[in-house]
Nanobody, 117 residues
Framework: QIQLLESGGGLVEAGGSLGLSCSASIRGGSIGLMGWYRQAPGKQREMVATITSSGDINYADSVKGRSTISRDDAKRTVYLQMKSLKPEDTAVYYC???????????WGQGTQVTVSS
């Protein structure tokens, strides 16, 4: 069983920057793919960025060039740095982690990011 604790959301002006972090508490097992997703009001949840345990990274086109995902496996933490934020980046951001031990994905509780114009 994994519990994910997210932090770093908040209100930021357009053009600003924001950093999110997500720490996984895990008993045994090991973490594979880690990622960030977001869901804006009235829209489906979408992938923002993912990073594999070997460091392969994938970004959504909408955030490519403005975002950086990274992970610290010793801390079991995944980070998302976003810059040049736009009002359309406003959403609840969710952390997502694959646990090899249980063979399933886990979701964080979500953290609100609001970008004001």
């Amino acid at each position: 069983q994994i519990q994910l604790l997210e932090s770093g959301g908040g209100l930021v002006e357009a053009g600003g920057s924001l950093g999110l972090s997500c720490s996984a508490s895990i008993r045994g097992g090991s973490i594979g793919l880690m990622g960030w997703y977001r869901q804006a009001p009235g829209k489906q949840r979408e992938m923002v960025a993912t990073i594999t345990s070997s460091g392969d990274i994938n970004y959504a086109d909408s955030v490519k060039g403005r975002s950086t995902i990274s992970r610290d496996d010793a801390k079991r933490t995944v980070y998302l740095q976003m810059k040049s934020l736009k009002p359309e980046d406003t959403a609840v951001y969710y952390c997502n982690v694959w646990d090899y031990g249980t063979g399933r994905y886990y979701w964080g509780q979500g953290t609100q990011v609001t970008v004001s114009s």
